[in-house]
Every structure is written in structure tokens, then in C-alpha cells.
């Protein structure tokens, strides 16, 4: 898949090498140089972009209009919500996510067609597993999600857990 | 009206007090504590602290049964978001963007604000229309119309100079609406006579200002 991340802070660049790691094509977009440096010497230097991701130009060099996927983690809210709505409705990008902090923003945003995930919600969520379900957290999928190890794919079965 | 201004800059500001001046009701939304107290002190009760792209905010100060939603922080993103929250949550009827990258002003309507203003592409005609090679000035457009208000300086050796428009030809997506001449306005009509240094004001479509240019401007196709 070729993929154009809008962000190289801490969640753009794991994702990055993540993405990377299971042979995409990716491409990374910040407005800082300085930010790379997270992706690891072995990130090619090509596939780095510094401009301003709300800048249609910025995007095209990125490489948006064959792109499979846009993906918007800046620590802005409206930086992200803007450059995703030019990836879906200048560029056409089939599938365009991003990242918006406000609980309330994601859901007007949700319902206009725009994909994105709230780590507020998610991070309170996992708090309130960690702290009110002791007794079920070695088994619960979010226990696993917290401590950094894969997301399961399919709903996790109790007998086997620790296997894991 | 009940109008609702997020932004409290130089723009915001100016907008709120002729607004006021008007006899409309009207509350500034700005993020920045101080800059609220300062804007208090000139405007008086109508400026509320707070984040204008957040709909905790907006519903706050009754988006609900605001007539307008003018969007004019220095941000376009963020010009972006109050609008969008404003339709969507609030079903606001009227929203106007202040757009400081010229590109974003398509995208803008296409996502639904009601009105942009590019200050950029103000500035840009205007320069233009200083420019003395610039026969043909860009003054408005008119987006949703697909319409656009131009200015056109008959040139001396113009090939419509000396014709009466009827013999122009031209369609109906290049009509003439005024000719100004020595500072004296003229409604056009077929048998006025176009004369060199006229300023013509016409409302064209892309396809009749293409138009305009050829048989004014004697422009190739």
C-alpha cells in the first residue's frame, strides 16, 4: 500500500516504522527537518517531506494524487481535520484517517465522513480498564494495546492467555 | 441578527464595533484572556473567552439561533473548523471564512462555507489593476454562481473601439452591466458606443469573459 503520513512526531513515526517494517510504501510530511531524525538512520531520505501539510503543493510533492491512504497526526486538531478534507476532496485519496484530541470534534467530524481516532477517548477508556477490572486484565485486549504489544486482530480467548 | 465572530484580531475587532454600529447583536469569541479584556474595555460586554472551533463553546453562547458565523482568526484551518461546526452542530444558516491561502477558497465552498474572503486575492487585483498592461481586471467572484465580476479598460486600438455593442455579438455569459466614461456612469444598451480608455464592468462566465477578450481585447483564442 503507499501511504502519506502528515506529522513526524512521536505517533507518526512509530507508525511509520511500522508500516514500514510490514514492506509498504511510505511517505512522511513535516514542517520540521529535525523531526526525521525520529524515523532512524535507515529511513530513506527521499521519502521525507519538510513543507507545510495544509499546502496543496506540499501534499502533491508527497505524492497524494497516487496515494492509497492519508493519514493526519500533527498535534492539531484543525491542521489535521483541513489537510485531511484536501486529501479526500482535492486528491481523491480512497481512504484518508486522522488524528483529532476533542471527543466532540471527532464525532461532528465522524458523521460529515471523516475517519479518526481520539486518543482522549482511548486513552481514558484504557485507564478506566486498567484501574476498575483488575481481575480481568491479563486476558483484556486493551491491557495488551497499553502495554505496547500488537493489537489483536480477533477478540482474545481467556485460556490462552499469556501466549500472547 | 445575532452574529457570532470568532477571532478577536485586528479584523475581528473592526468587524464586531461597525457590526455593533449597525444595531445587530453581536459576540466576539476570543481564546486569548488578555486580548478579551482589552476588547472588552472598547466594545463593552460582548466579547466571550473562548475557543470558537470548539462546539462546548459555541453552544455555550447560543450558535443555536445565530443568523451568521463569521470565521476571521489568522488561521485558515482553524477558520475552517468554526464553520464546519457551526452548519453541522448548529445548523448556523450563514457562514463566511476569511481564507488567507488563495487555493483554499474553492476547497472552502466545496466543503460548504458560505462565503470566503481571500484578503491575498483582494490585494492581488488591485495590484493588478495598477498595472497599466492589465486590460482586463478580475474584481469579484462570485463562486457559487460560477460568475466573476470583471473591469476592462478599452485599450486605444482596441477592435471594438468605435462599434456599437449589438454589432459585438457578444453571448449572454459576458453581459456588459455598466460603462463608466469621464466619471459619468452609463447603462449600457445595444447601440452604445464603445469608446477607447471606457471602463467596462461585466458579469461573465469563464467561457464569456474568453469571449470579451477577443472582441475587445482583440485577444487569439
Known sequence: MKLVILGCGRVGATLAQLLIAENHDVTIIDQNGDAFSRLGQDFPQEKTVIGDGTDEDVLRRAGLPSADAFVAVTNGDNRNILASQIAQHTFGVPKVMCRIYDPIRQETYNAMGLDSICPTIVGAKLFRDALLNPVTRQTSPTHSLAQGTSVPLTRMDPSRAGSN | ?221
Open chain 2, 1 to 221: 441578527m445575532y452574529i457570532l465572530i470568532g477571532g478577536g484580531g485586528q479584523v475581528g475587532y473592526y468587524l464586531a464595533k461597525g457590526l455593533l454600529q449597525q444595531g445587530h447583536e453581536v459576540l466576539l469569541l476570543e481564546k486569548d484572556g488578555r486580548r478579551v479584556r482589552q476588547l472588552t474595555e472598547e466594545l463593552g460586554p460582548v466579547v466571550f473567552k473562548g475557543d470558537a472551533c470548539e462546539a462546548r463553546v459555541l453552544a455555550e453562547v447560543g450558535c443555536d439561533r445565530a443568523d451568521l458565523v463569521i470565521a476571521v482568526t489568522g488561521e485558515d484551518e482553524d477558520n475552517l473548523v468554526i464553520c464546519q461546526v457551526a452548519k453541522a452542530r448548529f445548523h448556523v444558516n450563514r457562514t463566511v471564512a476569511r481564507v488567507n491561502n488563495p487555493r483554499n477558497d474553492d476547497l472552502f465552498s466545496k466543503l460548504g462555507i458560505d462565503v470566503t474572503v481571500s484578503p491575498t486575492r483582494s490585494i492581488q487585483h488591485i495590484i493588478e489593476a495598477e498595472i497599466p498592461h492589465h486590460n482586463l481586471v478580475p474584481l469579484m467572484t462570485l463562486t457559487k454562481a460560477g460568475l466573476s465580476l470583471v473591469e476592462l479598460t478599452i485599450p486605444p486600438d482596441s477592435p471594438a473601439a468605435g462599434r456599437e455593442l449589438r454589432t459585438m455579438n457578444l453571448p449572454s455569459s459576458a453581459n456588459v452591466a455598466l460603462v463608466v466614461r469621464g466619471g459619468e456612469n452609463i447603462t449600457p444598451s445595444g447601440d452604445t458606443i464603445v469608446q477607447p480608455e471606457d471602463r467596462i464592468f461585466a458579469l461573465v462566465t469563464e467561457a464569456g469573459e474568453a469571449a470579451l477578450r477577443q472582441t475587445i481585447l482583440g485577444e487569439e483564442e
